[in-house]
Every structure is written in C-alpha cells, then in structure tokens.
C-alpha cells in the first residue's frame, strides 16, 4: 500500500491477516500515568500481539527537557525505531493497553517525522484480546532497520508558537484534558501545576470520542463532537492536552475526518502551566 493510502485506523480483523507480512509492525505504544498504577513494559512481557515491539514514549523524547515525553531531535527518534527494527518502507501499526491513548501520539509522532505509513489498530489491545486472538509472551528483538527521519514543523506548535496564537486569536486551541480540569475546579495530576486553560481555548475531553466498545466512533457521530465542542472543521485548529499525549486522539479523529489543517501542541498544559507569565481562564 501507498503512503498515500494508508488509513488512519485499522480493524483488528484487517491486522490479524496480515501479520505474517514483513513490512507490517505493530508496535505496542502503552503508556500510563502513575496514578493509574499499571506497568506498560511488564504488561508487554506478559501478553503483546505477536511480532509487537514496545515503544516508550518516556525514553524516545528528549530527555533534557523538563517536560515529559517531548519529542525528540529528528535523528534520535530516527535511531530509536530503527533499533525497533522499523524502516522507512514499513507499515507501522500502533495499539496500546488503554484501547486508544497513547498509541494516537505515537501515531502523531510517526507522522511527525515525515513517515506516512503509519495506523492505529482501532479499539487496541482490550479489543485484540476480548476477541481470543493470538498473544505472545516475553521480551521481543529484531534485526535493526534503517529508518530516517524528517521533521514536518507544519505539524507541530512550540509554546513560543502558542503566545502568540493566543496573544493575536485567528486560530483555535482544542483541549483533550477533562472539563473539571479545563474549567479549573478539578486538580491536575501532576504536583504543582494549576489547573485551567489557555484564554478563547475549546473543550472535548478525548473519551467523548470513544464507543463503548473503545473503537473510535463512527464519522458521522464523531463531526457533531467537534462542531458541538465550538470548533469549525473549515478552519485550522491545535489539540492540546495535559502533556501531549490525549492531544494525539483529538489529532487523530480530526485526522480520521479528513481534515488536515492540524497541529499538535507538544508542551501542553505540562508546559504552558509551568510559565510565570502564562495567561490562564477558569471557568
């Protein structure tokens, strides 16, 4: 398949048939927040999908940053997945453990970095499993591939970018984050950080967007979220979030729509909240 026509989202079906092909990489993407309590590596170990490398969006990120799991310089990232053994010509097929969370910014920062093949297996591993479907056990090593990366900034917001989208309007901000957390009457699990958002910024939180099977809701059910949260699907926007990572799911559904006038704001709430000077509404 052309990078062209690869789909945003794959059916756990359409991955189950084609795993024995050597260009299809699926790569578990979990990641959790502590206070959830749950081990993404060592559930890798006890149960993946076969052929599944695991991917740490904490360890490939730039490291010297003070804020988590930033993306990293094109040629680490570059040398993180070929070490996974992915190439260039692979088509990358990322899930995680949560049925879609994370696997969505690991999604992004494929895309990111100049790679189109890239999918997201809909309804993760919960959905792989519920359907008795082939897991492995235990670590996973494949030969090194070359892969190089290309930075596409065009989908991409640094927080000098957001001062001044937010300092002169025009373009719309939409927040994955929780409302009680947008609104500013929920705490943020990170210590130390108010909670709040950034002034004329929107509001869907980025479950809304799941069915309760945790697949990704149809087109048609997933327009009138976007429309009914204020944003017009006519006009650019950028997803944030609390840390980059739920942004990724709005990023993706907007994606999964058609729309392509999109950007990712890799600080996030994480970032901007950290600011002294950062302007910050409640409701």
Known sequence: MSAAGTPVLVATEW???????????????????????????????AAHIPGAVFFDIDAVSDTAS???????????????????????????????????????????????????????LNGGFPKWQREHRHVKAGTVSRKPASFKARLDKSHLRSLDDMRTLIERGGQQVL???????????APEPRPGLPSGHMPGSLNLPFDQLLAEDGTVKKKRELKPLFEGAGLDLQKPAVTTCGSGVTAAVLYLALTHLGKEDL????????????????PIETA
Do not use: C
């Open 175 to 185: 927040d994955a984050r929780a409302k009680g957390r947008f609104d500013g009457t």
């Open 66 to 120: 003070p804020y988590p799991h930033m993306l990293p310089a094109p040629d680490e990232f570059g040398k993180a997945v070929g070490a996974l053994g992915i190439g260039n010509e692979d088509h990358v097929v990322v899930y995680d453990g949560a049925g879609l969370m994370s696997a969505a910014r690991v999604w992004w920062m494929f895309k990111v970095m100049g790679h189109e093949r890239v999918s997201v």
């Open 263 to 278: 950007a990712l704001y890799d600080g996030s709430w994480a970032e901007w909240a950290a600011q002294k000077d950062a």
């Open 15 to 45: 991955l189950a048939e084609r795993l024995s092909e050597p260009f299809i990489k699926p790569v578990d993407a979990s990641w959790y927040l502590p206070h959830v309590n749950r081990d993404a590596k060592a559930e890798f170990e």
